[in-house]
């Protein structure tokens, strides 16, 4: 039982963040032309709602998307993340793919390192039915 309540809570939580990031210019939620200077580095994606997510805010100040759009088969989300410090940092990105209506469609993870004062490129894309509407959507970065 308790599984279940933790599976709610997080879509609620998920669909709050969805909805809040398609109401305005949030650099976190974002549709648009393909990024050709994004790698993937332990990509994967899922189309069951994950139960756990790490999210740390700084971390996740320092990650954007640049663009969400449709792939062979599926969507892809790429984006950069920012490193101001002084040591290199790894991130592990989740994204959720969602479509109108804020309807969970997957998610998928990556991780990226960033070596000090630096950027680098990162990307999520997966193999599931997507509608011209499905939007990418950073929902913790740990």
Same mark, same amino acid.
């Given at each position: 039982?308790?599984?279940?309540k933790?599976? #709610? ?9 969805v909805? %809040? ?6 650099p &976190? %939620? ?7 200077a994004?790698?993937? #580095?332990n990509? /994967?994606?899922?189309?069951?709602l ?7 805010d700084a971390? /996740? ?14 969507w892809?989300? /790429? ?6 410090? &002084?040591?290199?940092?790894? =991130?592990?990105?989740?994204i ?7 309807? =969970?469609?997957g998610?998928g993870?990556t991780?990226v ?13 997966? &193999?599931?039915?997507?509608g011209?509407?499905? /939007?990418?959507?950073v929902?913790? #970065?740990?």
């Amino acid at each position: 039982m308790q599984g279940w309540k933790a599976a #709610v809570a997080l879509m609620a939580m998920a669909a709050t963040a969805v909805g %809040a990031a398609g109401c305005g210019s949030s650099p &976190h %939620a974002k549709a648009g032309p393909p990024s050709t200077a994004a790698t993937t #580095v332990n990509s /994967r994606v899922a189309t069951t709602l994950p139960t756990s997510i790490a999210n740390d805010d700084a971390k /996740r100040g320092q990650v954007e998307i640049e663009s969400c759009t449709s792939v062979p088969g599926g969507w892809a989300a /790429r984006g950069i993340a920012f490193n101001r410090g &002084h040591s290199s940092v790894h =991130y592990d990105i989740t994204i959720f793919f969602t479509k109108t209506g804020d309807t =969970y469609e997957g998610s998928g993870t990556t991780s990226v390192d960033v070596p000090a004062g630096g950027t680098s490129s990162w990307a999520v894309s997966g &193999h599931f039915a997507a509608g011209p509407s499905t /939007r990418c959507v950073v929902v913790g #970065v740990g």
